[in-house]
Nanobody, 120 residues
Framework: VQLQASGGGLVQAGGSLRLSCAAS????????MGWFRQAPGKDRESVST????????NYANSVRGRFTISRDNAKNTVYLQMNDLKPEDTAVYYC??????????????WGQGTQVTVSS
């Protein structure tokens, strides 16, 4: 599966962005998906993950209540709605796909990343 992330940009603190990750290839609905981010000088970290059916989601404590992950298997796309953005959310955001139950930093398939910059 190939992944294409989009939707990043520059936004003021308190603003919102919606990231999209479009997948090509077959069997998208059989992949667990996730969003990860990497800020300058920091390790890549998990932001949110979603099961193949969308029935199970997970969030990092730092984004819970502000970010929402969702997927549309008919469109082969996973989304990350980000509200009440903070400067510390500034990072390159990556989507990942995994054949196992959950996407993780060890997932095999990665998108190219999209930059999110939040100004104070």
């Amino acid at each position: 599966v190939q992944l294409q992330a989009s939707g990043g940009g520059l936004v003021q603190a308190g603003g919102s962005l919606r990231l999209s990750c479009a997948a090509s290839g077959r069997s998208f609905s059989s992949y667990a998906m996730g969003w990860f981010r990497q800020a300058p000088g920091k390790d890549r970290e998990s932001v949110s993950t979603i099961s193949w059916s969308g029935g199970s989601t997970n969030y990092a404590n730092s984004v819970r209540g502000r970010f929402t992950i969702s997927r549309d298997n008919a469109k082969n796309t996973v989304y990350l709605q980000m509200n009440d953005l903070k400067p510390e959310d500034t990072a390159v955001y990556y989507c990942a796909a995994d054949r196992s139950v959950i996407a993780s930093l060890k997932s095999r398939y990665w998108g190219q990343g999209t930059q999110v910059t939040v100004s104070s």
